[in-house]
């Protein structure tokens, strides 16, 4: 197994960076091979702009055109393109971030505004009457499979089906299903540690042995049964499931999953 | 009206900035004053570290508490005080982004990591048998509106109840529920231009025209009607919405929604 990991901590003694740190042990003792992409300490840039492209910067500036001509050009900026590389060499990537404001910190989510361009991430394969391009499990990185690794402040309660923050499946939606799945990683089911404003050095044992435990078994893990886009389930080109494929009562994000 | 707009675009000739535009002209005429938080020209760094939080900063770094206590000591960056000073001086908040993966783009994330800090956004308010701090209609920044602007290169029905990347409002909740109506900002509904990789100079006029009518119309639209957290919709501590409460079938995000 060749393993990336991509780490989004700012603190090297945080449990985000010792469940990374594990990771790396864990499966390299495994006999596996880790490359880790650790954004803080790369110093990566999150920020898109007109640098990303070189030479293939137009102006005014378009984002999506311009990275997919300075994608098939090899004009993008080295940092992007040794993150392309990586992605292409791994088949299985590892995201290990805090959640921030219910979302991915800054610095991750730059990390996919610049390296996932145009032709490379999206804008690939043909539209035509069968197909809707190669998109939602088809498309470079097919074949690949990912997990989230998610520390939360707060308690699980409130991540539940009826918890005010909404559910944890529902707010992770968006980066498992629109950025990872999109390019046609298959994702495993997140591992996510709550609670994490109160956890104390007792309990650190207890969560690294379930780390320990997803790690070792990420093989026979079953990802989440998210829908192919071309395969019969939507209609295209609007792209809305068929009627009456869900199980009944089934709305918003889960109508995505086929079961 | 005292209105802030937040705006997260490279270019100064796109539609996005075009738009900030409108928004200042349109406002500045009808006797608002406004003022513009333009990321990309500032340079806003988006990346939350140690040195946001001067000698409040601890080793190792724990993120809420020291933004906390950086606060309370008025030891954060003045780039983070400025900002905060604004959201403080501003009543209707405007943000206008491009979509990007299915969320705003980095530099906009980072602005929310970095200036809404505990003790300002979050952390605020007591906890007891009747109340769970001051969240989710109460807080900070009670009594302000705010509004998203977005631009989707994609088409509208891929955003729809059963397009395929899920609803735009589920897409948007994270942000205008978990981050804006949580330290108290009523949210508006939100202003989305879609298909915008096909938009043409002649399809401008209808752009700029119903944005502007949004613009002039702010304070006779009614906010997204989500529901206030200590006010008995929801168990303490539990935050679990009380069974039966919402209309039947709805499931999810719009859980959290009393109409």
Not at 81 to 96: C, G, V
Request: hydrophobic share 40%.
């Amino acid at each position: 197994m060749k393993t990336l990991i991509v780490h989004a901590h700012p603190e090297p003694k945080s449990l985000n960076s010792s469940l990374k740190d594990l990771a790396v042990s864990t499966l390299e003792a495994a006999g596996h091979e880790v490359r880790v992409s650790d954004l803080y300490a790369m110093n990566w840039n999150p920020v898109v702009n007109a640098a990303d492209y070189g030479s293939a910067a137009s102006s005014p500036l378009h984002v999506a055109a311009d990275s997919g001509r300075a994608f098939e050009t090899g004009t993008l900026t080295e940092d992007v393109r040794a993150e392309q590389e990586k992605l292409l060499w791994a088949d299985t990537i590892i995201f290990q971030f805090p959640l921030w404001w219910y979302t991915m910190p800054a610095i991750l989510k730059g990390w996919v505004d610049r390296v996932f361009t145009y032709r490379f991430a999206y804008g690939v394969g043909e539209h035509n009457d069968t197909q809707y391009g190669e998109r939602y499990g088809e498309g470079t990185l097919a074949g690949k499979k990912a997990l989230l690794s998610v520390t939360v402040g707060g308690p699980e309660a409130h991540y539940a089906a009826r918890g005010i923050n909404g559910p944890i499946d529902d707010l992770l939606f968006p980066f498992q299903h629109g950025i990872l799945y999109y390019p046609g990683v298959e994702v495993l089911p997140p591992f996510v540690v709550y609670s994490t404003d109160r956890i104390t050095v007792e309990d650190y044992p207890d969560v690294a042995k379930a780390w320990e435990n997803r790690l070792l078994t990420l093989n026979s893990t079953d990802p989440i049964p998210f829908r192919r886009q071309n395969f019969g389930d939507y209609e295209i080109p609007s792209l809305h499931l068929k009627d009456g494929l869900e199980p009944a009562g089934r709305t918003g994000f889960g109508l995505h999953l086929h079961r």
